[in-house]
């Protein structure tokens, strides 16, 4: 079987879906950037593609040293309110697989604190390494 054509994250993505395609596990590199704030604020974290918006949540939560006292909301460009079950089972595999590779998290709706999530690649995981992996 030839390798897995490189042209967009969502066509890897789709390939290590199928089964004997050489690149079968999957891991997404995550870029976490905090919108309008000078010097850029972000972070890097790899994550399974299994990843639900609520774990995504508690991840960033985790990364930026917050405490989840306000509310949040996921723009992916429909609005998912965490509150409500979408956020629990909508995946980063299928948002990925639906050809989005970028969306945007709000967290504190007074302060409005933006983030900007890209998927930067789909990954190979290493065996040595527990996800979520902080990168940088």
């Keep these: 079987r030839a390798p897995c054509p490189q042209r967009s994250l969502q066509v ?3 390939c290590r879906q199928t089964e004997g395609c050489p690149m079968t596990p999957r891991v997404v590199r995550l870029r976490i950037l905090i919108n ?6 972000w972070r890097t974290v790899d994550v399974p593609d299994s990843l639900t918006l609520r774990q995504l949540h508690e991840v960033i939560q985790a990364l930026f040293g917050w405490d989840d006292y306000h509310l949040h909301e996921f723009n992916l460009p429909e609005t998912v309110d965490c509150e409500d079950g979408t956020a629990q089972k909508l995946t980063l595999g299928k948002i990925i697989t639906r050809g989005q590779e970028s969306f945007w ?5 007074g302060d409005r604190w933006e983030h900007l999530i890209v998927a930067e690649g789909v990954l ?3 065996l040595r390494r527990q996800y979520p992996y902080f990168v940088n």
């Excluded at 309008?36 to 604020?41: G, R, S, Y």
């Excluded at 998290?105 to 709706?109: E, G, M, T």
């Design 124 to 126: 190979e995981p290493s």
């Design 36 to 41: 309008e704030i000078a010097p850029t604020i």
């Design 105 to 109: 998290y709000l967290y504190d709706f």
């Design 12 to 14: 890897v993505y789709a």
